[in-house]
């Protein structure tokens, strides 16, 4: 099948600019459960030596108290930027005393959902602002689901590409807009592709049983591999499938992806309409808040997407209004597992694979979306999760059966294309080599991660709590064992200090009461 990045990818190479391919910034952020050495979700506070959650650019919390997220800035080379979230880690390591980072993106045991403590951020608007928004999440959507945790890699393209790929491409509408455009033909194919991303990366085809307590109905869907885990014998990543990041209530969202107005337009549009029970719940009841609104989405960032368009928010500005005056930034890819087996959640084979993945995704041809494609991209990224490892695995396209590996094989042609380029001017052929566990593992599904983890279980007969505990402990001791240079430990101790201050003058010179503020954030001109 002909596709567009042969003729893009010709019209750089005859134009002698391909490698403006290469440079593009790579960042990550990575979500952790903080553990007790028994393997329970840790019920003590942020540490206060990491900062304030609030402030901090590099250390803050998602939805728990002890979901700890770890944030890399961007860099042109992968190595550099898990040279920096090996810093990060070794310098949370220093301050969490005899806990560790839970190693699995599906959850530890969990003894109910009070044993899930929702993140705080402090006494400022903003601050509270941020909790209330994750009260509503456990009000909408229950805790267990809050505590799954991911890998997200951030990525934005070559800025030098843009002007030479717009000429190259005869377009004369204003930079801004053909940057959003190219943007959304990537994202729009992400979607059509991305349960390669869950059969390559997906490392949880189990879980605990308790992950389920107060839905226990949905346990038949499942295998019992003992008695307190359940699995799926094929899955590849259960962490995005319908007990994960998949739910009922924005099954009927229709986000547009076809455009930045529309993509804008449509996500305010939720934000701005009233949903039916969120409005049972009630916004303030007896004096406290449960949500922020009782609106489909609180804010943007409530829907749960793969993959997201992005933008650097200004003080107290939403996603949208910053997406909308200043386009795209980066776009921010959220469907990769831990690694399990990495201490950082993922390597540098790994990153260099997403990077020829996402440059795939961007020269390819990328009609709008309609319904019925729509339709087919959920239903193969749910088949793809939950048994995406089963023999002769078919998925649509197009309305046709397309086999899973041949259609795996195709992407793996234009990635070896782009590999050749990505492997100019570097020491060995680093892009290419990334390559081959990708064929591996099509041609073999015993080689993904999500089947390692299985078969280590079964090997081991440990249920999925004692081996993730395990690999954790292991992952407590590579950077227990590797305390920062003592130069480094103070640059982080200083931004950790620098932050907590940050806070205190954000709670200091609040002028308005919290509903004052409330007021004027979603009064914003969408």
Same mark, same amino acid.
């Given at each position: 099948?002909?596709?567009?990045?042969?003729?893009?990818?010709?019209?750089?190479?005859?134009?002698?600019?391909?490698?403006?391919?290469?440079?593009?910034?790579?960042?990550?952020?990575?979500?952790?459960?903080?553990?007790?050495?028994?393997?329970?979700?840790?019920?003590?506070?942020?540490?206060?030596?990491?900062?304030?959650?609030?402030?901090?650019?590099?250390?803050?919390?998602?939805?728990?108290?002890?979901?700890?997220?770890?944030?890399?800035?961007?860099?042109?080379?992968?190595?550099?930027?898990?040279?920096?979230?090996?810093?990060?880690?070794?310098?949370?390591?220093?301050?969490?005393?005899?806990?560790?980072?839970?190693?699995?993106?599906?959850?530890?045991?969990?003894?109910?959902?009070?044993?899930?403590?929702?993140?705080?951020?402090?006494?400022?608007?903003?601050?509270?602002?941020?909790?209330?928004?994750?009260?509503?999440?456990?009000?909408?959507?229950?805790?267990?689901?809050?505590?799954?945790?991911?890998?997200?890699?951030?990525?934005?393209?070559?800025?030098?590409?843009?002007?030479?790929?717009?000429?190259?491409?005869?377009?004369?509408?204003?930079?801004?807009?053909?940057?959003?455009?190219?943007?959304?033909?990537?994202?729009?194919?992400?979607?059509?592709?991305?349960?390669?991303?869950?059969?390559?990366?997906?490392?949880?085809?189990?879980?605990?049983?308790?992950?389920?307590?107060?839905?226990?109905?949905?346990?038949?869907?499942?295998?019992?591999?003992?008695?307190?885990?359940?699995?799926?014998?094929?899955?590849?990543?259960?962490?995005?499938?319908?007990?994960?990041?998949?739910?009922?209530?924005?099954?009927?969202?229709?986000?547009?992806?076809?455009?930045?107005?529309?993509?804008?337009?449509?996500?305010?549009?939720?934000?701005?309409?009233?949903?039916?029970?969120?409005?049972?719940?009630?916004?303030?009841?007896?004096?406290?808040?449960?949500?922020?609104?009782?609106?489909?989405?609180?804010?943007?960032?409530?829907?749960?997407?793969?993959?997201?368009?992005?933008?650097?928010?200004?003080?107290?500005?939403?996603?949208?209004?910053?997406?909308?005056?200043?386009?795209?930034?980066?776009?921010?890819?959220?469907?990769?597992?831990?690694?399990?087996?990495?201490?950082?959640?993922?390597?540098?084979?790994?990153? #260099?694979?997403?990077? /020829?993945? !996402? %440059?795939?995704?961007?020269?390819?041809?990328?009609?709008?979306?309609? +319904?019925? =494609?729509? @339709?087919?991209?959920?239903?193969?990224?749910?088949?793809?999760?939950?048994?995406? #490892?089963?023999?002769? /695995?078919? !998925? %649509?396209?197009?309305?046709?059966?397309?086999?899973?590996?041949?259609? +795996?094989? =195709?992407? @793996?042609?234009?990635?070896?294309?782009?590999?050749?380029?990505?492997?100019?001017?570097?020491?060995?052929?680093?892009?290419?080599?990334?390559?081959?566990?990708?064929?591996?593992?099509?041609?073999?599904?015993?080689?993904?991660?999500?089947?390692?983890?299985?078969?280590?279980?079964?090997?081991?007969?440990?249920?999925?709590?004692?081996?993730?505990?395990?690999?954790?402990?292991?992952?407590?001791?590579?950077?227990?064992?590797?305390?920062?240079?003592?130069?480094?430990?103070?640059?982080?101790?200083?931004?950790?200090?620098?932050?907590?201050?940050?806070?205190?003058?954000?709670?200091?010179?609040?002028?308005?009461?919290?509903?004052?503020?409330?007021?004027?954030?979603?009064?914003?001109?969408?």
């Amino acid at each position: 099948m002909k596709t567009r990045i042969e003729s893009r990818l010709n019209l750089l190479v005859k134009a002698g600019r391909q490698n403006l391919l290469k440079g593009g910034l790579k960042g990550l952020e990575k979500e952790s459960l903080r553990i007790t050495p028994r393997g329970r979700i840790a019920q003590t506070p942020h540490p206060k030596g990491l900062g304030s959650a609030l402030k901090h650019p590099y250390i803050t919390t998602d939805y728990s108290e002890a979901l700890i997220e770890l944030i890399t800035p961007p860099f042109p080379e992968s190595s550099d930027t898990l040279d920096f979230l090996d810093s990060i880690h070794r310098f949370v390591y220093q301050h969490i005393d005899d806990e560790a980072l839970w190693a699995a993106s599906m959850p530890c045991e969990i003894e109910g959902e009070e044993s899930i403590p929702i993140a705080y951020f402090g006494e400022s608007n903003s601050g509270k602002m941020k909790h209330v928004y994750r009260r509503g999440l456990a009000w909408r959507y229950g805790r267990p689901m809050q505590s799954i945790a991911g890998i997200h890699f951030n990525y934005s393209v070559n800025e030098a590409l843009w002007p030479c790929l717009q000429e190259l491409l005869g377009s004369h509408v204003a930079i801004g807009n053909f940057i959003a455009d190219q943007y959304f033909g990537l994202i729009r194919n992400v979607q059509r592709n991305g349960w390669l991303v869950l059969y390559l990366f997906g490392a949880s085809p189990a879980f605990s049983k308790s992950f389920l307590t107060g839905r226990e109905s949905l346990a038949s869907q499942f295998a019992e591999f003992d008695g307190t885990t359940l699995f799926n014998p094929y899955a590849t990543s259960l962490r995005m499938s319908d007990i994960g990041y998949r739910n009922d209530s924005q099954s009927g969202l229709d986000i547009s992806l076809n455009n930045l107005d529309d993509y804008v337009s449509s996500l305010v549009s939720a934000i701005n309409t009233p949903y039916p029970d969120y409005e049972a719940i009630g916004v303030k009841v007896d004096g406290e808040y449960r949500q922020l609104t009782a609106n489909i989405l609180q804010i943007s960032n409530e829907y749960y997407s793969p993959i997201r368009p992005k933008q650097i928010a200004r003080s107290c500005e939403s996603p949208t209004i910053a997406l909308k005056r200043r386009g795209i930034r980066y776009i921010e890819l959220r469907s990769m597992d831990l690694g399990i087996a990495h201490p950082l959640g993922l390597g540098l084979s790994e990153m #260099r694979l997403l990077e /020829l993945f !996402l %440059l795939c995704c961007l020269l390819r041809e990328s009609p709008p979306l309609d +319904a019925a =494609e729509k @339709a087919e991209i959920g239903r193969n990224s749910l088949e793809v999760a939950c048994r995406g #490892r089963t023999p002769g /695995l078919q !998925l %649509l396209r197009g309305g046709k059966a397309v086999d899973l590996r041949e259609w +795996a094989k =195709e992407l @793996a042609d234009d990635m070896s294309a782009l590999a050749h380029i990505l492997d100019d001017g570097e020491d060995g052929t680093p892009y290419a080599d990334c390559l081959q566990p990708m064929l591996y593992s099509i041609e073999d599904s015993d080689n993904t991660p999500s089947a390692k983890v299985l078969r280590q279980m079964i090997e081991n007969q440990e249920s999925f709590h004692t081996y993730a505990l395990m690999v954790s402990q292991q992952h407590a001791e590579y950077f227990r064992s590797r305390r920062m240079e003592e130069e480094k430990a103070i640059e982080f101790q200083l931004e950790a200090n620098e932050s907590l201050i940050a806070q205190k003058r954000t709670e200091t010179s609040d002028n308005l009461s919290f509903e004052e503020f409330l007021t004027q954030y979603f009064s914003q001109v969408q």
